[in-house]
């Protein structure tokens, strides 16, 4: 037997923070901003809402160089804001009496200068952009870093993560991830593929299955499944992945190889860098032939834990090889216009996080935002939500298992 020659992907090491905007967030969960040369409030995650905190304890504009004053509340988080009209109601006109603002957690770079950047690469990292207190609490769902548990299994699943903790959905609803999303793919009506779930990849053993290399959904190039998309689609982007760092992403803890400009393409990955096809129902591959390809042609995006990193569905990718004694968690959303079909239901699971104490912590624009991005729903007359059939729904699954398309 020869043996392999170890090679390495191209590291994109993408350094911390050096600092982060803030978010002036109402009680509704909308955000102070600025537009049309005035202060108002918006749900919309842009430029308008980023501010700068300054040494006087007051905060500025991020692109207009407007300030607020502001003024702590004693025992809370929160804060009063005033202009040299008044204090600030919940919609951010002057009044006689103000509400309580909350700053937050925003930002490294202007979403302008992210979405720059995105449309000019077909990706994206937004540094840290979780708040400490969100990626602490992921982690504690999923059982890593300071929260570890000891597993043998390749990987898990956390299905039950959203309606167990509000962490879960304030990350599918962060804002400008969102705006991001909308703008990449010039739509404002976007869906989750599938319930976000917090993915856990344990330590490899160096013999179990590992994931080959394939385009995301809904493309499903180099996956042997149905429904791939069959021809190049130029200019409409059926898809955007958003994969969530959990954990901090490296190459020796697993972080997800690329082949970084491979959308622009408009086609699968080669056979010969092994695809995720070539590896489905063959546990015997990696023993006969090693891994996937992970040559220096290949990226790995290593990030902080709180990072999410955007890309363009059609991107060529798979799952790294954790190397390390540590676990290493994610959150994988699928993103996609109303227009296609879900990877799979979300109705189930959305039923159930609406009666969840989870739901009932979220801000109304959190809320609204899950609504959008879970409830599928027929845009013609009377708005009809769009949901499975459990008798046809199984049996669809016995025919996809018999049939070997799963």
């Known amino acids: 037997m020869n043996a392999q020659v170890e090679t390495h992907e191209t590291v994109v090491r993408i350094p911390p923070a050096a600092s982060h905007h803030t978010l002036l967030v109402a009680p509704d969960g909308s955000f102070l901003g600025v537009g049309h040369g005035r202060l108002t409030t918006s749900a919309t995650g842009d430029d308008r809402v980023m501010w700068r905190a300054e040494k006087d304890g007051s905060y500025r504009h991020a692109t207009t160089d407007q300030r607020v004053r502001a ?63 969100t990626v602490d609490a992921l982690q504690r769902l999923a059982g890593t870093d300071g929260h570890e548990r000891e597993s043998d299994q390749p990987h898990s699943h956390v299905q039950a993560a959203l309606s167990v903790d509000p962490a879960v959905a304030r990350t599918a609803a962060e804002p400008v991830s969102l705006w991001l999303i909308r703008a990449y793919m010039q739509t404002g009506d976007i869906r989750l593929g599938h319930t976000p779930a917090l993915i856990v990849l344990h330590r490899d053993d160096g013999k179990r299955n590992v994931q080959g290399w394939h385009s995301d959904f809904p493309y499903h190039w180099g996956i042997s499944a149905p429904g791939v998309v069959p021809t190049p689609t130029g200019a409409t982007v059926l898809g955007v992945q958003r994969n969530v760092c959990v954990s901090e992403f490296t190459r020796e803890r697993g972080a997800t190889a690329f082949k970084l400009g491979s959308h ?143």
């Open 71 to 133: 003024s702590e509340i004693p025992g809370t988080d929160g804060v009063h804001l005033h202009t040299k009209d008044g204090v600030l109601d919940a919609s951010g006109e002057p009044a006689t009496s103000a509400v309580t603002f909350t700053p937050s957690h925003g930002p490294e770079q202007l979403p302008s200068e992210s979405l720059a950047f995105f449309r000019a690469r077909g990706w994206v990292c937004l540094t840290s952009i979780l708040a400490p207190d």
């Open 264 to 406: 622009t393409k408009d086609h699968g990955p080669p056979d010969e860098w092994i695809t995720a096809a070539t590896l489905q129902g063959n546990p015997a591959h990696r023993a006969e032939h090693g891994l996937p390809y992970n040559g220096p042609d290949a990226d790995v995006i290593e990030a902080p834990a709180g990072s999410i990193i955007l890309y363009d569905a059609r991107t060529w990718h798979r799952a790294g090889v954790n190397r390390t004694p540590h676990s290493r968690a994610a959150i994988l959303q699928a993103m996609t216009p109303m227009y296609i079909m879900p990877k799979s239901d979300t109705s189930a699971a959305y039923k159930d996080f609406l009666t969840s104490p989870a739901h009932a912590q979220l801000t109304t624009r959190e809320r609204n935002e899950m609504r959008n991005l879970m409830l599928h729903a027929f845009n013609g007359p009377g708005h009809q939500a769009i949901g499975p059939d459990q008798e046809l729904t199984e049996l669809a699954r016995a025919a996809s298992i018999s049939s070997g398309s799963y």
